[in-house]
């Protein structure tokens, strides 16, 4: 009986630091449209992770939570040429996933945020505060 390996695609999207552009970017965005409680999760040293960060910020209202989505995408497309891989939650407008591969933007309404507690989910990541002016 014949075996084959399969290898995996590689991928070409370099890892990210808090510094690289694509992150900056995100925090800009977020602060344009007045996000608060900013954190950023890196997912970087966790090995079942999905991303190298999360990138969570609260919104006051649906009609902010939808701003702040549209600003992120606008921003990134236009500052960095990055398009979305797969957004979620642009329905209901509780909390808005925009994922980017290695960043994932989380915008989440006051009452899911406390809800899913998303910050100790990943209590082993390394959780940074972001304070927007």
Partial sequence: MATSTVHPKKS???KLTRNSKVFKTVL???ENKKGSDVISIDLRKIG?????FFIVCQAGST?????IGDEVEHLLATECGEKPYKTEGRQGLQWVIIDYVNIVVHIMHPDARAFYKLEE??????V????TT
Avoid: F, G, L, N
Avoid at 63 to 67: G, I, N, R, S
């Fill in 121 to 126: 989910m990943w209590q082993d990541a390394d």
């Fill in 12 to 14: 070409t999207t370099q």
């Fill in 63 to 67: 009609t902010q939570v939808k701003a």
């Fill in 28 to 30: 800009q965005a977020i």
């Fill in 128 to 131: 940074v505060v972001h304070t």
């Fill in 48 to 52: 079942e992770s999905v991303a190298d």
